[in-house]
């Protein structure tokens, strides 16, 4: 295996994005090249004990930045970049959740979506312990004694490329080019696929989360930084309509809208024409696959965009990998960059 091309980037504060798209890239980075990066956690590193309240400490819209764009050399639109999280590390020794006001899926959400006419939710702020050497963190409720040892399963919630058609879109919006999609499936080992819209693909991540349980209900994970490395490699000629994610398991599609149902379809599409396309499968045969074997769970319930996500196990797939096989190469050449490397 040739030498791998190993980039590190860690932004300052004042680098740090809030968008997908009109942000002019940080970084050009070669197709094939593994990125060493640092990311902010959801609240900008503001929260940091139990008196700093979100709505006190952070200015809307700044929240949710973003590490990035990264211009990808030769990225154009009808292409797939392959984005293979090799891992995802807390990089402090606290994290932080919240309820905030309007938020969350068990609450008003304000005029523009979830319109009641209930006061929004206590606001409260729970830290959490990180323990990096026991792979831990520790729950402690606000109001009595109860706690838990919790097992961590750190992820990225938000990672995407810029929209088509001159588009601008929060970092807090989940959609086709991906954005804050919020799946634990996003995790070290697992390879993302992003159609590109335009020249340079313009990859950004972040919303690092030591764990979250899947519909994130309450709107707010684990928040944490994270140091994290990625492989970055691009896949000429051939389109991704929706993020799919690929782990040595299972294939998953992604799909994100409102209401919820149409999350789920668009996911459950893209299965199906995944597998189709992949496998030569006709579409109604294809259909009534997905139909016996998939698992659909919920990853947020709370963004402007809810997602879910459909998963395949490729136990039940013919042996013909997806994408060629990147998936496979990437998680060798992950392994050729941890032999060298610790």
């Known amino acids: 295996m040739p030498d791998l091309e190993v980039v590190t980037y860690r932004p300052e504060p004042t680098e740090l994005t809030w968008t997908f798209g009109g942000v002019p890239p940080i970084r050009t980075i070669r197709p094939g090249t593994v990125l060493q990066t640092w990311t902010e956690d959801a609240f900008g590193g503001k929260v940091r004990g139990p008196d700093d309240l979100v709505s006190r400490v952070i200015e809307f819209p700044y929240v949710n930045p973003q590490t990035g764009p990264f211009l990808i050399e030769g990225a154009e639109p009808g292409d797939t970049l392959a984005v293979h999280f090799v891992s995802i590390t807390p990089s402090r020794d606290i994290a932080a959740s919240s309820t905030i006001p309007f938020f969350g899926a068990l609450t008003g959400t304000g005029p523009t979506h979830t319109a009641t006419l209930q006061d929004p939710l206590e606001e409260r702020v729970w830290m959490y312990e990180v323990d990096a050497s026991a792979w831990t963190v520790t729950y402690a409720a606000s109001r009595g004694d109860f706690s838990v040892v919790l097992p961590m399963d750190p992820m990225h919630g938000t990672i995407g490329v810029a ?180």
Request: a negative charge; hydrophobic letters at 40%.
């Open 163 to 342: 929209p088509g058609s001159f588009e601008a879109r929060s970092s807090l919006v989940p959609d086709a080019y991906g954005g804050n999609m919020d799946t634990p499936e996003m995790r070290a080992g697992a390879t993302c696929y992003l159609g590109v819209n335009v020249e340079g693909a313009l990859l950004s991540l972040g919303d690092g989360h030591c764990r979250q349980g899947e519909g994130e209900s309450c709107g707010v994970a684990v928040e944490a930084a994270m140091d994290t490395v990625i492989i970055v490699d691009l896949i000429k000629g051939v389109p991704t309509p929706w993020p799919r994610i690929e782990s040595d398991d299972y294939l998953i599609s992604t799909g994100s809208a409102r209401p919820l149902e149409d999350a789920f379809r668009i996911s459950q599409v893209d299965m199906i024409g995944w597998l189709a396309d992949a496998y030569r499968l006709d579409r109604l045969d294809a259909y009534q696959f997905v139909t016996q074997v998939c698992e659909a769970p919920v990853a947020n319930v709370c963004d402007p965009n809810y997602t879910f996500v459909t998963k395949v196990a490729k136990r039940y797939l013919p042996s013909a990998p997806a994408y060629g096989g990147i998936h496979a190469m990437l998680r060798e050449q992950a392994a050729a960059y941890r032999a060298d490397h610790t």
